[in-house]
């Protein structure tokens, strides 16, 4: 436990150190809700842009966290032989992986507090619809970690970073997070509500809407990826 | 029981075997060094001790425990230092320390291994604001963190300064006086010969040679070197000396084949003496390691050579 708890630290306190990390884990999804909703020029199809891109924004921000930020850490430490290193401690694997994934949701902790009273600044109301969205919001760093590990696990840190840079790109576009995916041609729409983005945006724009409810084909997208994404990087990853 | 047992073992990676039955043993309280060119099969070798590569053949225990089905067991008795890498290059060198000493049960202090390894001042440096000797001492301060039974430390001296050079061979010589095993891996021969109770030269994924570093210099052919202007009639100086060979092994510097008697040594300085020749360095005995590890190694790689050229003879012969 006590290696656990102080790897756990040492990972936050890495994070914190990382000015690059925090400008994607903070920096953006608060620059685009806050400029986006007083700046109404996407096609949100709502009145009051932040209804629609709050939902969307947190999403991005489970992203961001899990698939990028862990990702290209991840990646640079097997450059570095960090995690080589590691694997010749009493710490193992497992407890490494766990380490990450506290870190991982301590920081989206922060974010959904942020993003929260920023969102709820400009305007937004929730209303009850956080108890429907934990499900959600716990699918997704599974299915994004995994994304970034499949990518960390294979690529040089280099390569990967440019990867992870590239799929957050595409997943924000096709992802519902800031243009709604009805204003997609219909093959990109279809398209995006099989990727794990457009099924977290849409499952928390659901769980946040006014019926509470998350959709159907959402749950079912979120929880293959949320099972695939770990498996395929498990039996695709290399610790050197 | 011997602390690390390598029997007859094979590395392969895929159609390459770059350990080809190697065998031999490494005692606990005692210093192996593991020498051999690049691509010798070092590393192969004692990262399937450590546990990280799986073996193709042979078999091999480190404190009896199977490295790769009891690692979980043998990590907490072992300490590794790699040959670069291995931490977070924004991590600081003493929560580096604090991080790894957390990992173990029976830990040393972080700050007395800070102390150990002269980087205390440095304590609140990052990794990459360390130099690069600095760095090597804190990967060697990180494979104590959990007072190792064994500890596997490649190259552990390779961009340290003098200064450096001299701690870290005491904190090895420490380590292996308070009982642990330690094996480590140079091509860096000097090094080698300073420290280690026993040397296992190997080459092409071969073991060479195995003893400690006096039995491996007595094993080489008796000579005497020595030092002067370059290009001297070699010829005339082993006419001088009752015919012993005499070559320039490099530019100024010769080698005399034989017991260097006292009255060889008087014949040569007498020789340069008549010819109002400076002598430089003069040594009289068993060659140095570094000799005996570049004859063994040089007579590989004829060997290598030779055996091409005939299954090429035989093929071409098969072709005709």
């Not at chain 1, 922060?110 to 709820?120: E, G, H, I, M, S």
């Not at chain 2, 929560?95 to 980087?119: I, K, N, Q, T």
């Not at chain 2, 320039?248 to 080698?255: C, I, K, L, N």
Request: charged share 20%; with cysteine.
């Amino acid at each position: 436990m006590n290696a656990l708890r102080a790897q756990v630290r040492a990972e936050l306190a890495l994070l914190a150190r990382n000015g690059e990390q925090l400008l994607l884990t903070l920096g953006i999804p608060v620059l685009l809700l806050a400029f986006f909703s007083k700046v109404d020029v996407l096609p949100t199809g709502t009145g009051k842009p932040v209804n629609f891109l709050a939902p969307g924004i947190l999403a991005l921000a489970v992203m961001s966290t899990a698939m990028v930020g862990l990702g290209i850490a991840t990646g640079f430490e097997r450059s570095y032989g960090v995690l080589k290193r590691l694997g010749a401690t009493p710490l193992g694997r497992g407890r490494l992986v766990v380490a990450k994934v506290v870190t991982i949701l301590v920081v989206e902790l922060v974010q959904l507090v942020v993003l929260a009273l920023v969102a709820t600044a400009l305007g937004w109301r929730p209303g009850g619809g956080w108890l429907v969205a934990v499900a959600p919001i716990v699918l997704g760093p599974s299915a994004f970690a995994g994304l970034g590990l499949v990518l960390a696990g294979r690529l040089p840190g280099t390569v990967n970073l440019a990867a992870a840079n590239g799929l957050y790109l595409v997943l924000l576009l096709l992802g519902g997070m800031i243009v709604d995916l009805d204003k997609l041609p219909a093959p990109l729409r279809a398209l995006a509500k099989a990727l794990p983005s457009g099924a977290l945006a849409e499952g928390l724009r659901g769980a946040f809407g006014t019926a509470h409810r998350v959709p159907g084909w959402a749950w079912v997208v979120l929880v293959l990826w949320a099972v695939a994404a770990p498996v395929v990087a498990a039996f695709t990853f290399r610790w050197e | 029981m011997a602390a690390v047992e390598v029997d007859e073992l094979v590395v392969r990676y895929g159609d390459l075997v770059a350990v080809r039955g190697v065998t031999f043993q490494a005692e606990a309280g005692a210093v192996t060094a593991l020498l051999g060119p690049n691509g010798a099969g070092k590393t192969s070798t004692v990262e399937v001790l450590e546990g990280y590569r799986p073996l193709a053949g042979g078999r091999v225990r480190v404190l009896g425990l199977d490295p790769s089905a009891e690692h979980g067991q043998l990590v907490r008795r072992m300490g590794v230092m790699l040959q670069r890498g291995g931490v977070y290059p924004t991590m600081r060198a003493g929560e580096a320390v604090a991080l790894f000493c957390a990992y173990y049960d029976h830990v040393r202090r972080p700050d007395d291994l800070l102390d150990l390894v002269g980087l205390t001042e440095r304590a609140r440096s990052t990794w990459r604001q360390l130099s690069g000797g600095e760095q090597q001492r804190l990967s060697l301060a990180l494979a104590l963190a959990g007072n190792p039974a064994v500890a596997f430390l490649d190259e552990p001296t390779a961009s340290v300064d003098v200064a450096g050079r001299q701690l870290v061979r005491q904190v090895i010589r420490r380590l292996a006086d308070d009982g642990c095993c330690v094996l480590l891996t140079t091509h860096e021969l000097d090094e080698a010969e300073r420290v280690a109770d026993h040397v296992v030269i190997v080459d092409h994924g071969e073991v060479v040679a195995d003893g400690s570093p006096d039995e491996l210099r007595r094993s080489g052919p008796a000579e005497v070197r020595f030092a002067a202007a370059a290009g001297l009639d070699v010829a005339a100086l082993s006419a001088h000396l009752a015919g012993a060979s005499v070559r320039e092994a490099s530019p100024g510097e010769y080698v005399v084949a034989g017991e260097g008697t006292p009255a060889v040594v008087a014949a040569l300085t007498a020789w340069l003496a008549d010819r109002d020749l400076a002598i430089g360095d003069l040594r009289a005995g068993r060659q140095r390691l570094e000799d005996v590890f570049l004859r063994l190694t040089a007579e590989r790689s004829v060997a290598a050579v030779d055996d091409a050229a005939e299954s090429g003879g035989r093929r071409g012969q098969r072709r005709r």
